[in-house]
T-cell receptor, first 108, second 114 residues
Framework: AQRVTQPEKLLSVFKGAPVELKCNYSYSGSPELFWYVQYSRQRLQLLLRHISRESIKGFTADLNKGETSFHLKKPFAQEEDSAMYYCALLYGNNRLAFGKGNQVVVIP | NAGVTQTPKFRILKIGQSMTLQCTQDMNHNYMYWYRQDPGMGLKLIYYSVGAGITDKGEVPNGYNVSRSTTEDFPLRLELAAPSQTSVYFC?????????????FGPGTRLTVL
């Protein structure tokens, strides 16, 4: 069965400091990973997907199949990065398995 | 485009009552999903649909029913509400099987069962 683990619930960082959110997965098939974000009073929305190898709002994430990880990183946190972040794994019939999420608070 | 809309936004039910959570999308997406999110937990899939007339169970289907008579609508039915169904419910839709595809989410319905 598929599983996504996000070990830290709350992450507080100072503005300008680096941010790293950890995500590990367990899946028998070929993994397709995503990061979704929910800003205050907004809907859950896609931040980035590993297959696109993109950088969005300064965030990047690299899929490491050996370590079964898909950590999200940003070198310099901004106040507008305060949000809930969810790692998600795609499996059969376009379904997503979500981790429990990380609350990120950026301190001015 | 309104995207994915959900009604109601909030609801309080008594144990044993029934209700339907409405979900509509105007993006002509063939895939639709219902998730629930309990406090401190991630989203768990309740039911999903790959097209009109086709539905299937997700991870936590017990106590719920769905139907998909049109491409646009995917209502979720709670027949006998229980306190364990207190949660935030999200509806989502997506277009295809492609891994490039993203799921678009509604604003959520906060349900309390007392």
């Amino acid at each position: 069965a598929q599983r996504v683990t996000q070990p830290e619930k709350l992450l507080s960082v100072f503005k300008g400091a680096p941010v790293e959110l950890k995500c590990n997965y367990s899946y028998s098939g070929s993994p397709e990973l995503f990061w979704y974000v929910q800003y205050s009073r907004q809907r859950l929305q896609l931040l980035l997907r590993h297959i696109s190898r993109e950088s969005i709002k300064g965030f990047t994430a690299d899929l490491n199949k050996g370590e079964t990880s898909f950590h999200l990183k940003k070198p310099f946190a901004q106040e507008e990065d305060s949000a809930m972040y969810y790692c998600a794994l795609l499996y059969g019939n376009n379904r997503l398995a979500f981790g429990k999420g990380n609350q990120v608070v950026v301190i001015p | 485009n309104a995207g994915v809309t959900q009604t109601p936004k909030f609801r309080i039910l008594k144990i044993g009552q029934s209700m339907t959570l409405q979900c509509t999308q105007d993006m002509n997406h063939n895939y639709m999903y219902w998730y629930r999110q309990d406090p401190g937990m991630g989203l768990k899939l309740i039911y999903y649909s790959v097209g009109a007339g086709i539905t299937d169970k997700g991870e936590v289907p017990n106590g719920y029913n769905v139907s998909r008579s049109t491409t646009e609508d995917f209502p979720l039915r709670l027949e006998l509400a229980a306190p364990s169904q207190t949660s935030v419910y999200f509806c989502a839709s997506s277009y295809s099987l492609s891994p490039y595809n993203e799921q678009f989410f509604g604003p959520g319905t906060r349900l309390t069962v007392l």
